[in-house]
Nanobody, 120 residues
Framework: QVQLVESGGGLVQPGGSLRLSCAAS????????MSWYRQAPGKKRELLAT????????NYADSMKGRFTISRDNAKNTVYLQMNSLKPEDTAVYYC?????????????WGQGTLVTVSS
């Protein structure tokens, strides 16, 4: 199976930090732009951050307000999301997304999600 597997979610208190990881298997990770999304129940998935295939270009949603950082390690086939100063409104299922455009046809893969709960 071509898969993205997220890990690192869990329960954290407000103001705390988590680092999410997304490990890719059975595809060439270095050909994919990577993104993190999140989705709360009943709401649309929200794009948080993207990073290009080489890791040199990143983009962040305004709502992140500098609290989140995306990074990747192509040697480990892994993308990370460092989340700091977490707030209750950050509670959501966080999804990893891979998008290949450099080799046609365009291909994308979604991870299964990892739950982040920010609560006292």
């Amino acid at each position: 199976q071509v898969q993205l597997v997220e890990s690192g979610g869990g329960l954290v208190q407000p103001g705390g930090s988590l680092r999410l990881s997304c490990a890719a298997s059975e595809f060439i990770f270095s050909l994919y732009d990577m993104s993190w999304y999140r989705q709360a129940p009943g709401k649309k998935r929200e794009l948080l951050a993207t990073i290009n295939i080489a890791g040199g270009t990143t983009n962040y949603a305004d709502s992140m307000k500098g609290r989140f950082t995306i990074s990747r390690d192509n040697a480990k086939n892994t993308v990370y999301l460092q989340m700091n100063s977490l707030k209750p409104e950050d509670t959501a299922v966080y999804y990893c997304h891979a998008l290949r455009t450099v080799v046609p046809p365009t291909h994308e893969v979604w991870g299964q999600g990892t739950l982040v709960t920010v609560s006292s």
